[in-house]
């Protein structure tokens, strides 16, 4: 198992282009995340989705689309980037169940690090 | 939401060991907590997860208190390579949420 992939690794935007940020799982995991992690501070959560065809937002989603076609992919995007996005962005998946989902771990990819100028 | 709250920074010297507290004093009765990690340059990983009982794994042990109002993440024997921030959540729903955690630091 690949486990949670992300690409690409680093990218730099200008402001006010667009762009995807692609992560993929193999573990078959219904719930996957979006996070961004600016410097020196937590995870903040954008959006999420509990399975093909539905998402939801988080605490930050101005600014950022998903959606969610497979259960494989979750695709992040900037519809017009500006310096404030600049961050790192982590995607996490998980199993879940009915029940007792809430005890299942989330599983994170290594970040895609974003920088807008 | 329920929340978390945690030191910002502990330290800590190699080979003892290491209690983390958490405090999440609004927990409701389905609240799962939940403990990661993160190392420098890498994304959060899974360290252990309880509901009301202790909870014991290769990696750490997790202490809840009997009102489940707060919990303690122990490390038996810090080594250099568990220098990292930890966090402590809630998974009550899907909307999980991370605060700032707490950065250890391990010295030799």
């Known amino acids: 198992n690949a486990g949670v992939t992300q690409t690409p690794k680093f990218q730099v935007l200008k402001t006010g282009q667009s762009m995807t940020l692609q992560c993929a799982q193999d573990m078959n995991h219904e719930y996957m995340s979006w996070y961004r992690q600016d410097p020196g501070m937590g995870l903040r959560l954008i959006h999420y989705s509990v399975g093909a065809g539905i998402t939801d937002q988080g605490e930050v989603p101005n600014g950022y689309n998903v959606s969610r076609s497979t259960t494989e992919d979750f695709p992040l995007r900037l519809l017009s980037a500006a310096p404030s996005q600049t961050s790192v962005y982590f995607c996490a998946s998980s199993y879940q169940g009915q029940g007792s989902s809430y005890n299942s771990p989330l599983h994170f990819g290594n970040g895609t690090r974003l920088t807008v100028t | 939401d329920a929340k978390t709250t945690q030191p910002n920074s502990m330290e800590s010297n190699e080979e003892e060991p290491v209690h983390l507290p958490c405090n999440h004093s609004?927990?409701?009765?389905?609240?799962?907590i939940h403990w990661y990690r993160q190392l420098p340059s890498q994304g959060p990983e899974y360290v252990i997860h309880g509901l009301t009982s202790n909870v014991n794994n290769r990696m750490a042990s997790l202490a809840i208190a009997e009102d489940r109002k707060s919990s303690t993440l122990i490390l038996h024997r810090a080594t250099l390579r568990d220098a990292a921030v930890y966090y402590c959540?809630?998974?009550?729903?899907?909307?999980?949420?991370f605060g700032a955690g707490t950065r250890l630091t391990v010295k030799p």
């Open positions: 609004t927990i409701s009765g389905t609240d799962y």
């Open positions: 959540i809630l998974r009550p729903n899907n909307d999980m949420r």
